[in-house]
């Protein structure tokens, strides 16, 4: 039976990918998104986003727990004014975005990363040669239009703490949907997870996606 880490905390892409019927289990990693961002160098947040979903997928690949599974890591940025936004954290700083962001326009990177862990030896030592050796990546992207928000509308929305732990400062599944006019392309993207995607890195891992839909 083939499984699949996911190398993230987000309740958002655990649940999106339960409600695909893609069986799962969650391995958090403990990388330091601004350390690896540091240490690269890296500004233009579409590289960014495949970046940090990158050392999140290897660093859990790397514990003896993901031995025999494919690893997924995920991460995303938010594109704005060509600047790259991740999470606020604090409600100054979703504040300031979210009065900018209003009746204007931005894209989210999602940035996926896949690590095949499983055996690739086929000798006497019991390896069953099914591991593909893959580790690549890919990013989908979806240019997010917002309705015009009110100072009172944006302060109601952080007071809830939902914008907090999002990158951009909003979320389309869940409170911060009220204020999303339309999504140019895939929207499980804005929700931090293309399940397409997937399709196509398990794909180059010799894994069907219907694979890992729950055996009935």
């Known amino acids: 039976m083939v499984r699949l880490i996911l190398a993230s905390q987000s309740p958002a892409r655990t649940k999106l990918l339960a ?29 960014t986003a495949l970046l940090l979903a990158r050392a999140k997928a290897e ?17 995303s940025v938010f594109e704005f004014d060509g600047e ?16 900018r962001m209003s009746g204007s326009s931005g894209v989210l990177h999602t940035g996926h990363w896949l ?3 499983r055996d690739t030896d086929t000798d006497d030592d019991g390896g069953d040669g099914t591991g ?4 690549l990546g890919a990013v989908a992207s979806a240019e997010v239009a ?55 890195l398990l794909a180059a891992a010799n894994v069907r996606i219907t694979d890992l839909w729950p055996v009935r």
Do not use: N
């Not at 695909?20 to 998104?33: F, K, M, P, Q, Y």
């Not at 890296?42 to 590289?47: E, L, N, R, S, Y």
């Not at 790259?84 to 979210?98: F, I, L, N, Q, S």
């Open 19 to 47: 409600e695909a019927g893609i069986r799962h289990t969650v391995l958090v990693s403990d990388v330091d998104e601004d350390a690896v961002q540091a240490r690269y160098g890296v500004t233009d947040p579409h590289d």
């Open 146 to 200: 917002f309705l015009d928000m009110d100072a009172e509308e944006i302060d109601a929305y952080i007071a809830t703490g939902e914008p907090l732990h999002c990158a951009g400062s909003f979320t389309i599944d869940g409170l911060g949907g009220a204020f999303i006019r339309k999504v140019d392309g895939d929207p499980h993207a804005v929700v931090g997870l293309s399940v397409s995607t997937l399709r196509g």
């Open 84 to 99: 790259a936004h991740g999470k606020p954290y604090t409600a100054d700083v979703a504040r300031e975005r979210m009065l």
């Open 132 to 135: 593909s050796g893959a580790t």
């Open 59 to 75: 660093a859990v690949a790397a514990l003896p727990d993901s031995e025999g599974a494919l690893v997924l890591g995920c991460d």
């Open 115 to 117: 690590v095949d862990c």
